[in-house]
Every structure is written in structure tokens, then in C-alpha cells.
């Protein structure tokens, strides 16, 4: 989400707008907008998921045409230049969830979603899914990436390599997708190499861990991949997949309602269900057409849907019919 906001603020500043982000995370490097930052408090996860929505609560909106909320906004008061960008449901983490701790957390936070959809303002949703799973979201406005910096270059890896990013026991499921590679894609394609981006690491034969890499070192292994794994369980949208459409990295995802949004089976990537992906992955890891068709899909996809400058002229638009051209 952070990341959306950035690319957001760095697309609506070089379209003119003075933006400012008030966030408990420093002004990332390179950011067009400012920001102002406030301390993130400690404590347990519940007490750190309240203290900063009474800090959001506590900032000062006068001289602001659009207050564009992206989180952390339950107790922040409701107006009619107020924009709400849900990121997913937390009902759907919580259905998804594989522990009865998150399952609970996450269920806390959809009675915050709640409240927050209740404020006076406009709602927006990242994808149809959360439109259908959190009431009164009646926009639909998808996350976008910057172009410029997500573009095929260079080579592909010599021999056959997957990406996947997110941690194993999560709805993620980098746990299942290890199985997979180790007892159904390495029988086929022995020289083939997997790639974790996540906070576990993994040693497992013909397995690189790479831990947390900044955007730069991201985009180097979107472009070198030929294939990007998703087999999570739930997606609220599915950036990763946007992400390497754009490096030219054919996606293949687990079906489910956030990811079949993003990609279109046999058009710019591949769906497969949970007993099929291993089938799926090592379909296109023998057909070097296939992966040429299917990158060539998703680059048209990014350019035609996804590119953060047509996402921030949507949002330009919504924010334009809420101040008609005044300012309070």
C-alpha cells in the first residue's frame, strides 16, 4: 500500500498538484511530494494499529482541497472532500487467514473498514473484489506502476527460473509452492531456479532466498524471471503481477477473484487451480512461444490499464468533482 501511495504522489505532483503525505514512514527517496512524519508509536499490534488513526485524527486539514485517506481512518471525521482508498478486505484476510490469531486481527480491522466506509466521503476500491466485499465501495480505481522504471531490459535467465514474493504460511502459501517446485517442477526442469523475495529464509536445493530487497534489486529479478508465481489463496488485486507484466515476466496465479481481475488466462499470464499449478508452471517453463506471447499480453495490459498516469488522471477526476474548482 505505501508504495501505491508514493507512486500516486510522485504521478499527481508531476501533473501540477501540490501534494503532501502525512505518514509514519520517512519521504522515500526520490518522492516529488512531501511529506510530513509522524512517530510511529510502539506497543502490541492492536495499540499500534489504533494510536496512529487518533494521530490521523489529531492533523490539521484546514488548507487542503482533498483529504485522500489510505488507511487508519476510522476515527478521522467525515466531508464531502474526503477519498477513502481501500486496499482489499479485511473480511476476506481474515476468511483466508491460517491461524485463529489473524483470523480474529483481522476481523477487528474489518469493523474498522466499517466504520471508515460509514464516514461522509467517496470510497474507492482497489478492484471489483473489494468493491463486492466491503459495503457502499462503489468506485473502482486499480493500483498502478510507473513505466518508466517497470520495463523489460536485458536477458532472461539461461535456464528456467520462477519468482515469488511473500513469505510461506500466510495466504501467500510460499510453503506450497516449495513443495511444488520440489517434487513437480524439478523432475522436469532440473536446472530450473527459484527465487524467494520474503522475510523467510528458505535453503532448500536450487532455491535462491533473497530476504527484503529494495525496488531496484525487485525490478532486476521481475526482468530476469521467466516466469512470476502467485499462489496465494486471496489477492485484494495483485500488484506483483502488474509489476512483472511490465518487465516482461508472463504471470501465473492460483484463480482466485483478485488475481483473474489482473490476469487473463492465455492472454497475459496463465490461472491454475491449487492441483493444476505445477501442470501450469511447467507448461510454460518448455514453451518459450507461450512466455513470448503471454509477456507481450501483459506489457499491452500495464500500457492500456495500469500505467500510474492513467491511474492518477482517474483520481484527478474524482478529486475534481468533489472541489468543482473552489477551495475552502
Known amino acids: 500500500m505505501s508504495c501505491q501511495v508514493d507512486r500516486l504522489g510522485n504521478a499527481l505532483s508531476l501533473r501540477g498538484h501540490e501534494v503532501v503525505c502525512h505518514s509514519f514512514s520517512p519521504q522515500p527517496a ?22 496512529p488513526a487518533m494521530a490521523f485524527a489529531r492533523q490539521d486539514r484546514r488548507g487542503y482541497d482533498i483529504l485522500h485517506y489510505h488507511g487508519d481512518d476510522f476515527l478521522s471525521p467525515g466531508s464531502p472532500r474526503r477519498v477513502r482508498t481501500f486496499y482489499g478486505s479485511a473480511l476476506e484476510e481474515a476468511r483466508h487467514a491460517r491461524s485463529l490469531g489473524r483470523i480474529l486481527y483481522q476481523s477487528l480491522f474489518y469493523v474498522f473498514e466499517l466504520v471508515s466506509v460509514l464516514r461522509n466521503g467517496t470510497k474507492i476500491g482497489i478492484s471489483k473484489t473489494t468493491c463486492e466485499s466491503i459495503p457502499f465501495v462503489g468506485q473502482f480505481i486499480p493500483c498502478g506502476v510507473p513505466l518508466d522504471m517497470y520495463c523489460p531490459l536485458g536477458n532472461k535467465t539461461d535456464t528456467p527460473s520462477i519468482l515469488f514474493l511473500g513469505d510461506l504460511g500466510s ?14 517442477i524439478l523432475p522436469h526442469h532440473p536446472a530450473c531456479r527459484l527465487t524467494i523475495v520474503g522475510p523467510q529464509a528458505v535453503e532448500a536445493p536450487q532455491v535462491r532466498s533473497l530476504g527484503t530487497i529494495d525496488e531496484g534489486q525487485l525490478v532486476h529479478e521481475y526482468r530476469r524471471s521467466w516466469v512470476l508465481c502467485m499462489p496465494s489463496s486471496y489477492e485484494g488485486f495483485g500488484v506483483p503481477a502488474i509489476e512483472a507484466m511490465a518487465c516482461g515476466t508472463a504471470p501465473v496465479a492460483v484463480d482466485n477473484r483478485g488475481s483473474k481481475e489482473v490476469v487473463q488466462n492465455e492472454v497475459n499470464g496463465l490461472l491454475a487451480t491449487d492441483t493444476s499449478l505445477g501442470a501450469v508452471l511447467n507448461r510454460v517453463l518448455s514453451d518459450s512461444a507461450l512466455r513470448q506471447r503471454l509477456a507481450a499480453g501483459g506489457l499491452q495490459t500495464v500500457r492500456n490499464e495500469y500505467d500510474i498516469v ?18 475552502q
Open 310 to 327: 492513467s491511474v492518477a488522471r482517474r483520481y484527478e477526476h474524482v478529486y475534481q468533482s468533489l472541489t468543482c474548482g473552489s477551495r
Open 171 to 184: 495466504r501467500k502459501r510460499g510453503a506450497m509452492l516449495l513443495d511444488i517446485f520440489k517434487n513437480q
Open 30 to 51: 526520490g518522492a516529488r511530494y512531501g511529506v510530513k512524519t509522524l512517530v510511529y508509536p510502539g506497543g502490541g499490534k492492536v495499540r499500534r494499529k489504533l494510536v
